[in-house]
Each structure stands twice: as structure tokens, then as C-alpha cells.
């Protein structure tokens, strides 16, 4: 029987982490499925719209070998999500262990016999942390950027 799995994420301003998480979930399934949150998801759900579009997001992690298939996440409910995509493993990072939301979601997939596993968070980077950055330099004047 194959094993599919589902890791969801904004995947913006695309780093280590991400792939660490893409390729540990890979490692624990037949099949992966990389579900690209969208734009208008990204800012009803974090705040924050994407510094880069949904379209070269989905290329990007679509071209991983550690994805099998790259898909635009557009539903708020993950039960939606999984109702139109399929999936018997469920991805997540480990900050949602042990919260209202964490164990929210365990028992609606548990429901449907979705599996959730945990990855741990990376901590030393994250996609804030470079958003943050660059805003921090594109407030900087350029002669300072440039040295001069």
C-alpha cells in the first residue's frame, strides 16, 4: 500500500529549513504531496502576503526530487484540503504539538485515519527572520549598502 504524504507550508523566500522539512517527510512516506499555501491564504492566515507569487513558489518546490507533487493550497479547513487531495500522513512542525490548535487538528484527521507527524521547527531560520532582514536593509540608505 502506498503511504502518501502531505507537507504543507508557505514555502516563501525558500530556505533550509523547508527543505529539511520536505526531505524529512519524504523519508516517511511512499509519495509526497507539497501543498503551497496561496497568497490570499498566507495573508488571511499569518498576516503577511508572500514576497514571492504563488506560481513561482509551486515551481520551485515542485522541481525538488523530494517532491512528488506540488499543489496550491487554497483551503482554510485542512480537512477541505485533504478531501481534494488525498493524503494518509499529515506533516506538520512541531510547534503545534500540544496546543488547542494541534490537538484540534489530530482529532478532525484522526476522524478520517490521517496520520499528523511532527517535525522539529527550525529555529535559526525561518522565513520571518529573512523577511525581517531584508526589510531592515531597504530601510538602510544606499550609500550605505554600497560603501560609499
Same mark, same amino acid.
Given at each position: 500500500?502506498?503511504?502518501?504524504?502531505?507537507?504543507?507550508? %508557505?514555502?516563501?523566500?525558500?530556505?533550509?529549513?523547508?527543505?529539511?522539512?520536505? @526531505?524529512? %517527510?519524504?523519508?516517511?512516506? *511512499?509519495?509526497?504531496?507539497?501543498?503551497?499555501?496561496?497568497? #490570499?491564504?498566507?495573508?488571511?492566515?499569518?498576516?503577511?502576503?508572500?514576497?514571492?507569487?504563488?506560481?513561482?513558489?509551486?515551481?520551485?518546490?515542485?522541481?525538488?526530487?523530494?517532491? *512528488? @507533487? %506540488?499543489? %496550491? =493550497?487554497?483551503?482554510? *479547513?485542512?480537512?477541505?484540503?485533504?478531501?481534494?487531495?488525498?493524503? *494518509?500522513?499529515?506533516?506538520?512542525?512541531?510547534?503545534?504539538?500540544?496546543?488547542?490548535?494541534?490537538? =484540534?487538528? /489530530?482529532? @478532525?484527521?484522526? =476522524?478520517?485515519?490521517?496520520?499528523?507527524?511532527?517535525?522539529?521547527?527550525?529555529?535559526?531560520?525561518?522565513?520571518?527572520?529573512?523577511? #525581517?532582514?531584508?526589510?531592515?536593509?531597504? @530601510?538602510?540608505?544606499?550609500? /550605505?549598502?554600497?560603501?560609499?
Amino acid at each position: 500500500m502506498t503511504r502518501i504524504g502531505y507537507a504543507a507550508g %508557505a514555502f516563501d523566500l525558500f530556505h533550509v529549513g523547508h527543505l529539511n522539512i520536505l @526531505r524529512m %517527510a519524504k523519508a516517511r512516506c *511512499d509519495y509526497l504531496i507539497a501543498g503551497v499555501v496561496s497568497d #490570499e491564504l498566507c495573508l488571511s492566515t499569518k498576516g503577511v502576503e508572500p514576497v514571492v507569487p504563488l506560481q513561482e513558489r509551486l515551481e520551485i518546490v515542485g522541481s525538488l526530487d523530494c517532491v *512528488d @507533487r %506540488a499543489v %496550491a =493550497e487554497t483551503e482554510p *479547513d485542512r480537512i477541505d484540503t485533504w478531501k481534494q487531495v488525498g493524503f *494518509d500522513i499529515f506533516f506538520k512542525g512541531d510547534d503545534w504539538r500540544g496546543t488547542p490548535k494541534g490537538l =484540534e487538528l /489530530e482529532r @478532525r484527521f484522526a =476522524e478520517v485515519n490521517v496520520e499528523v507527524q511532527y517535525f522539529p521547527y527550525t529555529m535559526h531560520t525561518s522565513s520571518t527572520k529573512l523577511r #525581517e532582514a531584508l526589510q531592515a536593509l531597504s @530601510r538602510r540608505p544606499m550609500t /550605505e549598502l554600497s560603501g560609499t
